[in-house]
């Protein structure tokens, strides 16, 4: 058997005890990015424009919460300043 062979057979049977587990949803949307940059390379050069909504969906909402109040408390210190 070749090495490459027995590459892919390990990484086929990792894949069938990896897809008995319970996946969130961010570990769904990670393997199927995977999958489709492995199968389609060329495909995924517009994912980073055409899906804006990326950044924050990787976010939880505190996140994204804290995100919004150091952008509203930047706003008001260059305010403070700058004016």
Do not use: C
């Amino acid at each position: 058997m070749r090495n490459y062979d027995i590459i892919e057979l390990l990484e086929n049977l990792g894949g069938e005890i990896h897809m008995a587990k319970k996946k969130t949803p961010q570990q769904m949307r990670e393997s199927l990015k995977r999958d489709e940059l492995k199968n389609n390379p060329g495909g995924t050069l517009r994912d980073g424009f055409d899906n804006g909504a990326g950044a924050a969906g990787d976010m939880g909402w505190k996140g994204m919460a804290l995100l919004i109040l150091v952008l509203v408390i930047g706003y008001i210190i260059y305010q403070l300043f700058f004016s």
